[in-house]
């Protein structure tokens, strides 16, 4: 938020480098935080946010010797003043863009729901913007652009021995060469520049490209006569810098859930939940909508169990986990409008049960009255035979506001009008469902799940996240990624806890 973007010189992500420069393992600095002692180092060499970082992550600036000056009143008082002035520069930004956001919505009007969203495949931002302005000249009402994993994750499960999921290829259009992102630890460690392979390329989902794509998409929107909406997906670790980003370049949706990355990822719960706590944040004030999914599929006190749950156990289970994402985020302040819930589990909807996929629609229509829900996780469609009778069955169960494409084979004006199809018919059988309510198996399948959902919740108050996790909270992995990372926040005059507070 006060300049600090992009790579350092050996092409990791400059912020992590200057916190990780001053911090290391202090955990008495970690504590009290890297800005004010990097704003009264900015103020003593009267240097820029991003060209100071470089020397500081260059290890040209000793940030902990800059950090006394903040011992003394004068210093302190005028590192918090600054401070204040650019944190209200990047709030005046993030108002700046949501103004836009709805006075454009407004001029340009937005396409009927449900939205079809459709996943960009490009990973490079020149080609990227191409497939982006072709798709919303197609029909394509929301683009899905995938944030390059953080480095913190990466570097996080390298040390724990395990693979990093989320790390592509990134393609470089002048040599058609591949140049693997997301694993910069091992890059920095070479004699050799990490950024030499990709001077030339420039990722989509950084926040360069989220920039050149929000305007490549409002063009093709402008031309089409419509509004057309961006939503990014990232990793663990990086929810406070998605929304940050999220803010500065206008991007409407962003997929953003702790519990998932608890559960799924490995993540130590205070760890994730603190960093969400501060994105909702900064996303209640950026006016951007949230998308929480749909539940993860939780299994680790299965595996320290040995026996196996059943359907109406998993479906339980990740309406719980969903209910607990979704009260977590009203609680940190982000308006119940402002969040977008998943319709159907992935593995619901991998699964291809029609009537799995639509009694988690009607059950998320009943439990979340008050948000708008999303279909994803169909991860056949459209070009997987069968697969329309499941959006048929999502959307009978709930009126989805967007339903989402891993990708489009052919042509993305016929997967519109056949999802158009698709919301027609579903709307035709839920005016035919009599009162509107389940029977039968069903309804004694439904009420199973919500019994097991009042469990879960019950049991991870009682006996907390081992419950569900496996024991002591942790998975079959062992540590939890992240701890290490937890301090209690320190209060006093050098830390910058009252400046962050403000955040709203």
């Known amino acids: 938020m006060l300049g600090v973007d992009g790579l350092d010189r050996s092409g990791r992500p400059l912020?992590?480098?200057?916190?990780?420069?001053?911090?290391?393992?202090?955990?008495?600095?970690?504590?009290?935080?890297?800005?004010?002692p990097f704003v009264v180092a900015m103020l003593e060499y009267d240097a820029p946010a991003r060209e100071l970082a470089l020397?500081?992550?260059?290890?040209?600036?000793?940030?902990?010797l800059e950090a006394e000056l903040l011992e003394r009143p004068d210093r302190l008082a005028a590192a918090e003043k600054r401070a204040a002035q650019l944190l209200?520069?990047?709030?005046?930004?993030?108002?700046?863009?949501?103004?836009?956001?709805?006075?454009?919505?407004?001029?340009?009007g937005q396409p009927g729901e449900p939205w079809l969203g459709v996943a960009l495949q490009a990973t490079e931002v020149t080609a990227a913007a191409a497939e982006a302005r072709a798709l919303v000249?197609?029909?394509?009402?929301?683009?899905?652009v995938r944030v390059p994993i953080s480095w913190e994750f990466a570097e996080a499960r390298r040390h724990a021995g395990l693979d990093t999921p989320g790390a592509f290829e990134l393609e470089t259009p002048a040599r058609g060469k591949q140049v693997r992102r997301g694993d910069h630890g091992r890059r920095a460690a070479s004699s050799r520049p990490a950024t030499h392979q990709a001077a030339h390329t420039t990722p989509a989902g950084s926040q360069r490209g989220l920039a050149a794509l929000r305007k490549a998409v409002d063009e093709a929107a402008a031309q089409?006569?419509?509004y057309a909406s961006m939503m990014t997906v990232t990793s663990a670790f990086a929810a406070p810098e998605q929304a940050v980003v999220a803010a500065f370049e206008r991007i409407d949706l962003v997929a953003a859930d702790p519990i998932r990355e608890i559960v799924e990822d490995n993540l130590d719960p205070e760890r994730a939940l603190a960093d969400h706590a501060f994105a909702h944040r900064l996303q209640a004030r950026a006016g951007?909508?949230?998308?929480?999914?749909?539940?993860?599929?939780?299994?680790?006190?299965?595996?320290?169990?040995?026996i196996p749950a059943d359907a109406a156990t998993r479906a339980g289970r990740a309406l719980a986990l969903q209910v607990?994402?979704?009260?977590?985020?009203?609680?940190?302040?982000?308006?119940?409008?402002?969040?977008?819930?998943?319709?159907?589990p992935a593995w619901a909807g991998g699964e291809g049960d029609a009537g799995s996929i639509f009694l988690g629609a009607w059950l998320r229509r009943v439990v979340f009255a008050d948000q708008r829900l999303i279909v994803d996780g169909l991860a056949g469609w459209p070009d997987s035979p069968g697969e329309a009778a499941s959006i048929a069955s999502a959307l009978t169960g709930a009126a989805a506001s967007i339903v989402l494409a891993p990708r489009v084979p052919g042509s993305v004006s016929v997967v519109a009008k056949d999802l158009e199809a698709a919301a027609k018919t579903a709307r035709a059988l839920r005016g035919a469902l009599s009162d509107g309510n389940l029977h039968g198996d069903a309804a004694e399948l439904a009420g199973r799940i919500v019994a097991t959902a009042d469990a879960v919740l019950v049991k991870l108050a009682a006996e907390g996240w081992g419950s569900l996790l496996g024991p002591a909270g942790r998975g079959v992995d062992g540590e939890r990624l992240g701890g290490s990372a937890i301090v209690e926040r320190a209060s006093g005059p050098t830390s910058g806890a009252r400046l962050l507070g403000d955040l709203v």
């Open 88 to 108: 209200g520069a990047a709030l005046a930004r993030f108002d700046a863009n949501r103004t836009a956001a709805r006075e454009m919505r407004d001029v340009l």
């Open 224 to 226: 089409r006569r419509c």
């Open 55 to 64: 020397d500081i992550a260059a290890r040209a600036i000793d940030l902990g």
């Open 15 to 36: 912020a992590a480098s200057l916190a990780e420069r001053y911090c290391g393992s202090d955990a008495g600095r970690l504590a009290r935080g890297v800005l004010l």
């Open 324 to 344: 607990l994402g979704v009260e977590l985020a009203l609680a940190d302040g982000l308006p119940a409008d402002r969040l977008m819930l998943g319709a159907v």
């Open 288 to 306: 951007c909508r949230v998308v929480v999914g749909a539940g993860p599929l939780a299994l680790g006190a299965d595996l320290a169990s040995g």
């Open 137 to 144: 000249a197609d029909g394509a009402d929301v683009l899905q």
